[in-house]
């Protein structure tokens, strides 16, 4: 059986001059072309068809999609591996599902939401629109590209953003009770988030911590950021960093 472009647009849902754009481009070829000029389209197109909008919901470009339906001569191996490929995407779009959820029920109750809950199920684009307002800010302000220098690995940054909202929520806690900067929990706890960052590659002394909470405390963004947790929490971090400099002189 044939179908005209009309009848596959109206089947599959892809319009028209989508159609005739991948016949010109050699993608989707009508199983032949009528002495009128109409497009006619049979199973194997429309097999063809449903194997390029599978890789479309991937994200593929069109040339990809070009040379994967090229290298792939087995229809049911391509079509297999499309299915890992989706059903990955869909574990990672439920957990981002999951995560906006959590979100909402966090501003709803006018809370900061844990940041080991705040970027599950991002990948390296999530991590890029994330990072992307204090990027800008740094590149504006310190022509510094943070995007640009470092290489964004997505589990990588999970750990660190659970470790130091961990990090962050003690000092908080320890601020709102009253702790003395002296505290002995509140100088462990920066000595155990500096043992995280060596772990983690970061070579970090107490004089290079100092430096760091100073930058943070009295760089605008990030004072605000940290106020936005706790009021009072960038000078608290300041005087505990000195604190814990003085003691490891």
Not at 27 to 49: H, I, N, Q, S, W
Not at 77 to 89: H, P, S, T, W, Y
Request: proline residues 2%; aromatic residues 10%.
């Amino acid at each position: 059986m044939e179908y005209t472009v009309k009848e596959v647009a109206n089947m599959t849902g892809v319009t028209i001059k989508t159609l005739h754009y991948y016949h010109k481009i050699g993608l989707l070829l009508p199983c032949r072309v009528t002495d009128a000029g109409y497009r006619l389209y049979g199973e194997k197109e429309l097999m063809r068809l449903q194997q390029i909008l599978f890789y479309r919901e991937l994200d593929f470009s069109l040339d990809d999609i070009k040379k994967a339906l090229k290298s792939e001569s087995d229809r049911v191996m391509c079509l297999k591996g499309q299915q890992e490929l989706l059903c990955a995407r869909k574990q990672r779009i439920d957990c981002l599902l999951r995560t906006i959820a959590k979100s909402i029920h966090s501003a709803m109750k006018g809370e900061m939401m844990p940041m080991q809950d705040m970027f599950q199920g991002f990948d390296k684009q999530g991590w890029e629109k994330a990072l992307a307002a204090q990027n800008e800010y740094l590149k504006e302000k310190y022509n510094y590209n943070l995007l640009e220098k470092n290489e964004i690995k997505p589990q990588e940054l999970n750990e660190k953003a659970a470790e130091a909202q961990d990090f962050m929520n003690t000092m908080a806690a320890a601020l709102k009770n009253r702790l003395p900067i002296y505290d002995e929990k509140v100088q462990k706890a920066v000595s155990a988030h500096l043992a995280f960052l060596h772990r983690q590659g970061t070579e970090m002394d107490a004089k290079g911590y100092l430096a760091s909470v100073k930058f943070l405390s009295q760089d605008d963004f990030h004072r605000d950021m940290l106020e936005s947790h706790q009021i009072g929490l960038s000078y608290y971090l300041m005087a505990v960093a000195e604190q814990y400099a003085a003691n490891h002189v």
